[in-house]
């Protein structure tokens, strides 16, 4: 009898790790690349966040090219990430509105990369509601360059484990931000004060979190690990996980970085 006992004492030790891990489902959606080779890459740039952002224990992905079709899809989903064109016009299209209100109203975390900060038309300020900023084409500017990427509260879990460094990008410019949204990133250009990422808690959710930054025009800035990892990390914190100290691991292969051929 105290054999058994022993035994099964031993059996619920060793499975207890896997049992206690909170399992996280995240949604990438992105599309077809819309501009030059190497630049807006989407497809590619969210399977590489994808494989990041499974190297952490519990975390499971799913790729979509576009809103996905199948409503199964978005089943125990726990955060979205948009990085495609105007995610604002993705995420309030007829097809997707009364699914994507739903999982915001509900609490699902929210990222939006480089253009999918953008919205254009009648979906803009519900945009601005949801994602806690708003880059149009309309009152935006953009500026291609190379300058400081500084982090503005540095113990923030999406500023764990990479320190500030030069970033040459295609940097969005004068946007329009809610009054709570809380910058995350800046840069200064022409001696002024532009915030590139912030955070975002959405009051009319179930403790919902927006992450957006406008980073994210060149392919090749997604081998750069403080690239990855600022990003993964705020994937992350808008899903509710714990960000590592030393940051999220990000570790990728020269194959995860491979283009398709051009067209």
């Known amino acids: 009898m105290k054999r058994v006992a022993l035994f099964i ?23 077809d690349r819309d501009h030059p080779y190497a630049t807006h890459e989407y497809m590619t740039d969210c399977a590489l966040l994808a494989a990041c952002l499974r190297q952490t224990p519990g975390v499971e992905t799913a790729v979509s090219n576009g809103w996905p079709k199948n409503p199964d899809t978005f089943k125990d989903v726990k955060a979205i990430v948009l990085y495609t064109r105007n995610g604002g016009n993705v995420l309030f299209d007829p097809f997707a509105k009364e699914q994507a209100e739903l999982l915001l109203k509900n609490g699902v975390g929210l990222t939006a990369i480089h253009w999918s900060t953008g919205a254009e038309g009648q979906v803009g300020e519900q945009w601005l509601d949801a994602l806690g900023g708003w880059f149009s084409t309309k009152f935006s500017k953009l500026s291609t360059t190379t300058t400081k990427l500084k982090q503005v509260d540095p113990k923030h879990p999406i500023c764990r484990g990479w320190s500030e460094y030069d970033l040459r990008d295609e940097f969005y410019l004068e946007l329009k931000f809610k009054e709570k949204a809380t910058p995350i990133l800046q840069v200064e250009l022409n001696k002024k004060v532009h915030t590139v990422a912030w955070t975002y808690e959405r009051p009319d959710s179930k403790g919902g979190r927006s992450f957006g930054c406008v980073l994210g025009h060149f392919h090749a800035n997604f081998g750069e690990k403080p690239f990855r990892q600022a990003l993964v990390n705020g994937i992350l914190w808008t899903a509710h996980r714990d960000v590592p100290e030393m940051g999220a691991p990000v570790a990728i292969t020269a194959k995860d970085l491979e283009l398709p051929a051009k067209k």
């Open 9 to 31: 004492l031993v059996a619920l030790f060793a499975i207890s790790p896997a049992v206690a891990q909170e399992k996280t489902k995240i949604l990438l959606i992105g599309k």
